[in-house]
């Protein structure tokens, strides 16, 4: 009898299993149908095209410069005698800094002056005896020839000479310096590294529709990183007339008022304050290209349309509408990873 049972058992099991796979084949096949449906429809978000109040004031930050800085080289040739101004001391322009051995030019100035004093007798002299026969034509001229070199040859010593007295061409601090007592200098080598801090600038890079606002002279409010309870004014000195790579171009800001706690290459917050305006805000996410040659896709009878627009940048993440999209439309701002011109689309709620 029980050997009779247990073979009615596996067939009974056997048939179970069977029954359940076959159920859950059905079921699958209708999710995957159910599936295949959904995916015809690719899920979006959109934003409606609208004109809204946006405020022109913004904040950016950057960096500050010296108003000058430079690396003064060497015009003359000789070891170095004297150093009179050293690292971190202040240089006025026209300050001597270091003064090179000047002996050798020295003794050829007196030369050659002696021999121009001689030129300068000699010439009197035979102009006085010319239209005589006491001299040719050719003698005067040759003398006259050699005063005249005479007088180029003490110029040129003479700025040689100068060359060895070296002054800053600019007021500031010497920042840096490459020389000591007994370096041998020819011409174009470094001596020493001048900036000029008064005034410091604040140079930030801002967006299209932002540099179109900004004009020379306009007042800014400046908060440095490193004094955040103090706040400096400044006035917009330049404005760049070209954009870089990114469309962002370069503003500086002069300080009206310093502080000796900030430094060139320090970071500070510039604050831009204008009037607000309405105008047609979308969001960045929703190009499809990059910013140069920007598309959008809108939402039109359940399908997705390609449209070129016009826009400028408000700082990085606004966008301003200039053309190609009129009030009420529906722009697509989401699920744009593989949706093609004139797929059918859903919008999320």
């Not at 999710?31 to 899920?43: H, L, N, V």
């Not at 000591?180 to 930030?204: A, F, H, Q, S």
């Not at 469309?247 to 800001?253: G, H, M, N, T």
């Amino acid at each position: 009898m029980k050997k009779l049972i247990t073979p009615l058992v596996i067939v009974f099991l056997a048939a179970v299993i069977g029954f359940t796979l076959f159920n859950n084949k059905q079921e699958m096949g209708v999710k995957a149908e159910q599936a295949m449906k959904t995916s015809e429809y690719i899920p979006v978000r959109t934003q409606v095209v609208a004109k809204t109040s946006n405020s022109l004031s913004f904040m950016t930050n950057g960096s500050f410069i010296p108003s000058q800085e430079l690396i003064l080289k060497s015009e003359g040739n000789g070891k170095v005698v004297r150093i009179l101004k050293d690292k971190g001391d202040y240089v006025k322009k026209g300050d001597v800094i270091a003064r090179l051995d000047d002996e050798i030019l020295q003794a050829e100035l007196s030369i050659a002056e002696t021999i121009f004093s001689q030129y300068t007798r000699d010439l009197g002299r035979y102009e006085n005896l010319a239209g005589t026969e006491a001299i040719t034509e050719k003698q005067l001229e040759e003398i006259q020839n050699a005063h005249t070199m005479g007088a180029s040859e003490i110029k040129m010593i003479k700025r040689r000479l100068s060359n060895t007295v070296i002054t800053a061409p600019i007021s500031g601090y010497i920042n840096e310096d490459f020389i000591e007592i007994g370096t041998l200098l020819n011409p174009g080598m470094d001596v020493v590294e001048i900036v000029n801090v008064n005034p410091l600038k604040l140079v930030v890079q801002v967006a299209e529709m932002e540099i179109a606002n900004i004009k020379v002279g306009d007042e800014v409010q400046v908060k440095v990183g490193v004094i955040p309870d103090q706040q400096f004014s400044g006035k917009v000195s330049f404005t760049s007339s070209k954009g870089d790579a990114s469309l962002k171009y370069q503003v500086e800001i002069e300080l009206k008022e310093t502080s000796e706690k900030i430094k060139p290459g320090m970071f500070a917050y510039a604050t831009f304050d204008y009037p607000a305006q309405d105008a047609i805000l979308i969001e960045r996410t929703s190009l499809v290209r990059g910013v140069k040659n920007p598309e959008v896709y809108t939402l039109e009878n359940g399908k997705a349309v390609l449209k070129k627009i016009k826009i400028s940048q408000l700082g990085d993440n606004k966008l301003m509408l200039l053309d190609g999209l009129n009030i009420g439309e529906k722009v697509i701002t989401s699920g744009l990873i593989n949706l093609k011109d004139g797929m059918a689309v859903t919008e999320l709620q």
